[in-house]
Structures are given as structure tokens and as C-alpha cells.
């Protein structure tokens, strides 16, 4: 087996175990949100809402930024999640479209040694990228079961955390 067909593998595995932390999950219990220390961000502001919608846009950027030339940022994602905050349906339907143009943006590697550009405006060879994502979704996966079996649901939305996205991601080359 080539190491792209493993990794491939590897993608499409580490989504079949996030889709299935998501699996049955209300849009309560989507909204339930942990309590955070003062200052704590965690990439979301605590609900499982919040970390789909880390996920789906780090395949959107990562994707981007290393195999297509930038054509979708940071501000394109909050965009996009502004427009139907806070439609659990819509979050997941977001999620799955970044992981079809994730797998899509570099599915024609064929060099993973090939240094490639990623959102903090560094490089990292191909593997690494592509690892990276497989590695952010088992992770996330993993934090989802936690959220799910520790926070209690809420008929209550999340706030919006555009703002946040933009305080964080702002700086970023990728904007």
C-alpha cells in the first residue's frame, strides 16, 4: 500500500469515529455549554455546537491554504456559520461539506514530502498537514464524548462567536 492510500484510509477512519461521537446528539445537547475558566477559549466556546464548527473550518483552511491557493479564509468560514447560527442540522451539513473539500483539495498529492503552506503562515511537508487533520479529528471526536456525557443540554443557543473567530484568526495570514 502507498502511504497516500494509508493515509486516505486514515482520513476517512478518523471522520467515520467523529461522525459516530456525533451520533444521536440533539441540538440541546449541542448547545449545552461547559464552563470555562476565565480566559479560556479551547478553539470553542465550550458547547459541541461550537467544536463542529472548529472542525468543519479547519478542513475548509487547511485545505485552502496548503492545496488551493487560499481560495477560502478564515473570514469565509465565520461568514458561512454566521449566516445559520445556530442550525445544529446546518452545522453538521457544514461539517461534512469540509470534510468532502478537505479529501478533495489534496487528493491529487502526490508528492508528501512537498512542503505546503498552512494557516499561521508556515509550511510543513504534505504528511504532516494531512496528519494533522486526521490527528484534529480523533482529538475532537474524543472532546465531543466528554461534552456530551458531562454538560447538561440547553433550550438556550450558544452565543455567536464570530467575534471570537475574528479576535484569534484575525491575525492570521489567512484571514
Same mark, same amino acid.
Given at each position: 500500500?502507498? @502511504?497516500?492510500d494509508l493515509l486516505r484510509l486514515e482520513a476517512d477512519a478518523a471522520f467515520?469515529?467523529?461522525?459516530?461521537?456525533? !451520533?444521536?446528539?440533539?441540538?440541546?445537547?449541542?448547545?449545552?455549554?461547559?464552563? +470555562?475558566?476565565? @480566559?479560556?477559549?479551547? %478553539?470553542?466556546?465550550?458547547?459541541?455546537?461550537?467544536?463542529? +464548527? %472548529?472542525?468543519?473550518?479547519?478542513? /475548509?483552511?487547511?485545505?485552502? =491554504?496548503?492545496?488551493?491557493?487560499?481560495?477560502?479564509?478564515?473570514?469565509?468560514?465565520?461568514?458561512? /456559520?454566521?449566516? /445559520?447560527?445556530?442550525?445544529?442540522?446546518?452545522?453538521? !451539513?457544514? +461539517?461534512?461539506?469540509?470534510?468532502?473539500?478537505? +479529501?478533495?483539495?489534496?487528493?491529487?498529492?502526490?508528492?508528501? !514530502?512537498?512542503?505546503?503552506?498552512? %494557516?499561521?503562515?508556515?509550511?510543513?511537508?504534505?504528511?504532516?498537514?494531512?496528519?494533522? =487533520?486526521?490527528?484534529?479529528?480523533?482529538?475532537?471526536?474524543?472532546?465531543?464524548?466528554?461534552?456530551?456525557?458531562?454538560?447538561?443540554?440547553?433550550? =438556550?443557543?450558544?452565543? !455567536?462567536?464570530?467575534?471570537?473567530?475574528?479576535?484569534?484568526?484575525?491575525?492570521?495570514?489567512?484571514?
Amino acid at each position: 500500500m502507498r @502511504d497516500i492510500d494509508l493515509l486516505r484510509l486514515e482520513a476517512d477512519a478518523a471522520f467515520v469515529d467523529l461522525l459516530a461521537s456525533l !451520533e444521536g446528539i440533539s441540538e440541546e445537547q449541542a448547545w449545552g455549554q461547559a464552563k +470555562l475558566l476565565p @480566559d479560556e477559549y479551547m %478553539h470553542s466556546e465550550g458547547s459541541i455546537y461550537s467544536v463542529v +464548527l %472548529h472542525i468543519a473550518a479547519g478542513k /475548509f483552511i487547511y485545505g485552502s =491554504v496548503g492545496y488551493r491557493n487560499m481560495e477560502v479564509r478564515w473570514r469565509d468560514c465565520v461568514a458561512r /456559520f454566521e449566516s /445559520f447560527w445556530p442550525d445544529w442540522k446546518a452545522a453538521k !451539513e457544514y +461539517l461534512n461539506e469540509g470534510q468532502a473539500y478537505w +479529501l478533495q483539495s489534496w487528493g491529487a498529492e502526490t508528492d508528501l !514530502e512537498r512542503m505546503v503552506p498552512i %494557516h499561521q503562515g508556515r509550511q510543513m511537508p504534505s504528511w504532516q498537514a494531512i496528519w494533522t =487533520v486526521i490527528h484534529h479529528d480523533a482529538y475532537h471526536a474524543g472532546q465531543i464524548q466528554y461534552l456530551r456525557a458531562t454538560v447538561p443540554p440547553s433550550k =438556550v443557543p450558544p452565543p !455567536e462567536e464570530g467575534d471570537l473567530w475574528r479576535q484569534y484568526c484575525g491575525p492570521s495570514p489567512s484571514w
